[in-house]
């Protein structure tokens, strides 16, 4: 997939210029000098050769087929140019010329026709308005970075150019390589989705780095992020994340960009590892591209000092996915026997400030020995008697013979030179601080984490879809698009909740008749597609207990809907079966833009309103997510059951959200709903469905 | 202060070896070759000369007198030696020599004599156990490391010597200088507190940055950093935070430390930053010793690329202390005039990827101009028609002209080569990615936030201190520790804090009249020094409405009581006011090690015990203090009202946390204390202690 891109057979540079000041001619030149093994073609209007190479008019002028064309043309001739590229038979495209969609306006519709085009002669384009991309194995550098980088594992994509300039000039000096290097831009054919689903099985590539600003389609995204980090780690960077950030974002290419909410559960629910800022993606990119998968999470810690021994076990603490390791006593009696008396043989191990490499080579033997040790980090501060260069050549060493992860924080700086290059070339990932790796390494074990997770589990319930089809089309013949409170309820009966028995009454007397079968007590409401705060009117009564009552308050109830509200529709008093308490929760679902329905789960009143202790999941949620979900929020222990309280109905709970996951999923008209309260009894008692409000688009 | 150490007249060595190889010769050639301008005496029993200079058997040989002693000879013979010392007059003392207290045992007597010798002549000690000390402002290097570090601004201790190092290596290739580098070792005399104190009014540093494992004197540093901080910025970074870290930290120093929320609390007292790694505790020490102070928090972003922009306005949103700067309409036209019509002219400004020099000259001289921006951010990719050199002399120039600080992000490394070295030369921080830069930010305007606090106000109530005292001498003579709750009650009484009306009933007819008294429905209990659980043994009855049931009561409880805990002393039966309902606070007392009486204030019940929400602030507590801790609980908002409930009486609950905090203050003796619940009514109607706790030291 995407081979016309990334590995051509021929390119055509639309733009090459003999003038080394244009972009074109930095462009052609970085075709041309990297090593590229396919035939290259510069197209120029006058020109009869670039760089020594025959030039042509026009991609129509070239003898040969050609794979790819790069254009790097005035905006102005890039929609007749691609023209051309499609009578060719040209496959693939990057345009990095830009004055497209991010300039708005005619602009926008320049990308619309240009896509058009791309579309129409079945082509596939990288751009508009991207700095190109750079693929190490076929040795192709079609962009106009000033730098080629070095062969590596790690596929990078950016929506941002810039970003790109300076990632490639960092790895430069850091000693990162790359496999494949892409530049987004506004995106309109190739996205993140179809490079992710084109590097899924890549050989090339051992680690996947996107920078994100917007994802297009983000159900498109998820399951092939859900794929792809099956197999590879994905980490990424998302931003406008915050208030001010889509602020910029908008002012910059002007992304849709989703809720923030939304992208967290998207990338919580396609094991996409979430960077926190540059630095931390680049961190784990190393781990992932240089060392083996961790098969456990217990870290062992080998260090000349204890000051960073303590840093880096306080780290591990508080990364939540990985423990200090526990040796067995073989180990520690190892460590006993070969290390001086004052070394600490337990975890973390140091082997004092005195240390050469042959302690750090004992050390690290018998610690890798250990099956109780998932992965080693080794810290080491420069001190008198250290040799830098030999103890980084045990590590290796020993490293090659084992199979689990070794990351080291070397730190200092001026007197590592050489440690730090050999480590580098043997790909032992460095950290110049011991918590930079701790993040790496937690990196590592959140990806194993999510490699072991089951296969998801999609519960389909038998449900009447045909009756809310009708509901809604009801709803709009009346024109509207809220749901009444009868309708909202038919509307979870068929998809299977269980709700308050309750019926209309048309009549004191019917009232009684209702509450004599449902059994008393009572709750009885008033029942108007008008009166939308029912208890403002007092329009609610509960714990009504016998049938006097029930005749006086229906009595009492319509006077005041027709007092307050005197040109309301009464449609009659529900009688309602009166819950007992429970536990309270929330189930919401708002409709994000970018990502589809997204369903929320909090303990209800004030832990939502106040603590925003609530957790997302995209629907379709599977099994395993509605349990992660409802444990992911903080007041999960008051469903458990605290202070000696019963367990509430967990079970029942994850019912009722899967059910509205697959209402939701069913109807994509539906742009908005509450279950608040949701009841929930102790374990094996059931939930309740107290009050439901759905809302249709417009 | 601590002259003689950082700035002595003379230093002798004791144990300066001709041989190259042991340690005090290294740290001798540190003080002959860095720059040091006073006399240096080698002390060695046999040599005549070390490196030239004339040596001595024993201090007591030199003829001169000796400011500073620096001693790095066998464990054994420190003890003999530091005796000479005092009889020679020697006012400080670097003990490098290791085999003291980190050893346990016989180490642990030695350095108690160590100290005895120290203390009773009057002499200052840095150690032992220690790498020394390094002060550029005397030129004195008094330590085994193999570098001497570049003059600068920045303050550094460390409880961990190999840290030091490994800070050095490091700091000689990042181009940062330090004014005073401290490795602590063992602190037996001087300490972070001395050190504080000692650069409190240090004319020469900047900001002071601490690596911390365990404080000893946890009040002394409170109280110390307080002032320091008022002048000058102290980050730390205490590490042995977590469960792991601190098992590692007692293997390493067995420093004592205290606990998380005890550090947490005397930060936050102190106007200490936190760092939360070593690379932000760098980062934030760049940014206060090379730029001006913050006066304010609105930070201005110039970019040549969107994406970073986007980036560094997340995390300056994210970051909770900033927020992104809004131009004025003069500056938005400036930037409209003076800059492409492509550029975006609101913050983050983006002056295009093909900016030179000239277009960062306008865009910041506008920014600069304007009276909304406290800080500026600079970002820059690097692209291929960036003058990287020439933009770095722009920022350089513009920055020294005006008073705000100036922050850069030159991302990349390859190219940025000369560039970042002029920043760094001009006193420019400048951060490989822009989140750190705006972290650093951050810090400045936390300190700058701090700095603006009013002066604490300790509230002094007129108290009964007397009758506590006597209370407490009965709870001993009675062989208890733990009050009973009469007693307690008598406590919080004496402290001014209000209790529901009670008193003792010895028989049914005397509960009558003391209901009758207090007004009915009365809550009663039953009063036994033996029975702790009342509730469990049927001894607590609310509600309580009239004579006949007070009467019945009073003989169920009796009964109960002599029925379930036939032994237990019977006091008789309490007879309460029944409060009203409120909001339950607890406000909870323990007694941390290092730092005395810490106070714990969350909302009751389920909020601390499954939310964990509780604040933390060490007694004595200001008024200020207390208004920021009840802020800083998550729940903070129940007590405001939510949901249209009216406010809860803030006032009332600061008063009794802060009456709380004087009596622990005023009797260290109590161990542990508890006001749980505390009923808070709403505004204006007070708040009531219901019940209370109080543990006295064994």
């Known amino acids: 997939m995407l081979e016309a891109i990334f590995a051509p ?32 073609y510069p197209i120029h209007p006058t020109a009869s050769s670039v760089l020594g190479l025959t030039a042509y008019p026009s991609v129509l002028d070239v003898p040969d ?8 043309i005035a905006t102005d001739h890039v929609l007749a140019a691609v023209e051309q590229c499609g009578q060719k038979g040209v496959k693939g495209l990057i345009v ?3 004055g497209f969609k991010e300039v708005g306006g005619e602009g926008k519709e320049r990308e619309r026709q240009l896509l058009e085009v791309v579309r129409r002669y079945g082509m596939r384009m990288v751009g508009p308005n991207c700095l190109g991309i750079i693929d190490t194995i076929s040795k192709l550098n079609a962009t106009f970075a000033a730098l080629m980088p070095a062969d590596g594992e790690i596929a990078f994509m950016s929506q941002s150019g810039a970003l790109c300039t300076a990632i490639l000039d960092w790895s430069k000096t850091a000693g990162i390589g790359f496999s494949r290097f892409v530049s987004l831009g506004n995106k309109a054919d190739v996205d993140e989705v179809t490079l992710l689903q084109a590097w899924n099985e890549d050989p090339h590539s051992k680690v996947i780095l996107a920078y994100l600003e917007g994802i297009t389609n983000g159900p498109g995204f998820v399951q092939v992020a859900r794929q792809v980090t099956q197999r590879t780690p994905v980490v990424a960077i998302k931003s406008g994340a915050t208030a001010a950030g889509t602020r910029a974002v908008s002012s910059h290419t002007g992304s849709l960009t989703g809720s923030e909410s939304a992208y967290e559960a998207a990338f919580a629910q396609s094991g996409i590892i979430r960077a926190s800022s540059m630095e931390e993606l680049f961190d784990c990119a190393l781990a992932f591209a240089y060392q083996p998968p961790m098969s456990g999470n217990r870290v062992a810690i080998v260090t000349n000092a204890g000051g960073p021994g303590i840093i880096a076990a306080d780290a591990i603490e508080r990364s939540g996915w990985l423990t200090m390791a526990e040796f067995t006593s073989e180990t520690i009696q190892r460590l006993q026997r070969d290390l001086p008396s004052t070394a600490n043989v337990f975890n973390p191990v140091d082997v004092i400030g005195d240390a050469r490499s042959d302690r750090y080579q004992v050390a690290l033997s018998a610690i890798m020995d250990d099956p109780g040790v998932d992965a080693v980090l080794v810290l080491l501060t420069p001190q008198a008697r250290s040799d830098l260069p030999e103890t980084a050549q045990v590590i290796i060493d020993l490293s090659s013979r084992h ?6 924080s070397f730190m200092g700086a001026y007197s590592l030179g050489p440690a730090l290059e050999l480590l580098n070339q043997h790909h032992i990932p460095n950290y110049p601080f011991p918590e930079r790796a701790v993040s790496a390494l937690a990196a590592m074990a959140r990806h194993r984490d999510w490699q072991q997770q089951p296969e998801p589990e999609y519960a389909q319930f038998a449900v009447d879809q045909a009756r809310v089809r009708e509901l809604f089309a009801q709803v709009r013949q009346a024109g509207r698009v809220e749901l009444g409170e ?18 209309l009454a048309r009549s004191p007397e019917e009232a009684v008749q209702i509450a004599t079968d449902i059994g008393y007590p009572v709750v009885m409401k008033i029942s108007s597609p008008d009166i939308l705060h029912k208890s403002d009117v007092g329009g609610v009564k509960v714990g009504i207990a016998d049938a006097t009552s029930v005749r006086d308050t229906y009595e009492l109830i319509e006077y005041r809907a027709r007092k307050y ?5 009464i449609w009659g008093i529900l009688v309602q ?10 189930v919401g679902v708002t409709r994000d833009p970018q990502f589809g329905p997204l369903v929320a789960v909090g303990m209800g009143g004030i832990y939502v309103e106040v603590l925003r202790d609530v957790a997302f999941r995209l629907a379709p949620i599977s099994r395993q997510e509605v349990s992660a979900q409802l444990r992911s929020i903080r007041t999960f222990p008051l469903l458990r059951g605290v202070r000696g309280e019963p367990p509430a109905d967990i079970a029942g709970t994850e019912e009722v959200v899967l059910r509205v996951s697959q209402l939701v999923t069913d109807f994509p008209e539906i742009v908005e709903m509450d279950i608040n309260p949701l009841v929930v009894h102790n374990r094996g008692e059931g939930v309740i469905v107290l009050d439901a409000r759905i809302i249709l688009q417009g």
Do not use: C, W
């Open 403 to 408: 199979t689990r992860p070794v990351l080291t």
């Open 9 to 40: 057979q021929s390119v055509a540079l639309l733009g090459a210029s003999p003038n080394p000041n244009r972009l074109g001619h930095q462009v052609f030149k970085n075709i041309v000098e990297h090593g590229y093994q396919g035939r290259i």
């Open 96 to 98: 990095i010329t830009a």
């Open 565 to 569: 509200s005197p040109n309301a529709r």
């Open 486 to 503: 009868i309708e909202a309820r038919e509307v979870m009966e068929a998809y299977g909740m269980r709700l308050p028995q309750s019926r």
């Open 577 to 586: 079966e009166m819950v007992r308490k429970g536990r309270e929760l929330l």
């Open 65 to 72: 087929p050609i794979d790819l064309a790069v254009i790097v």
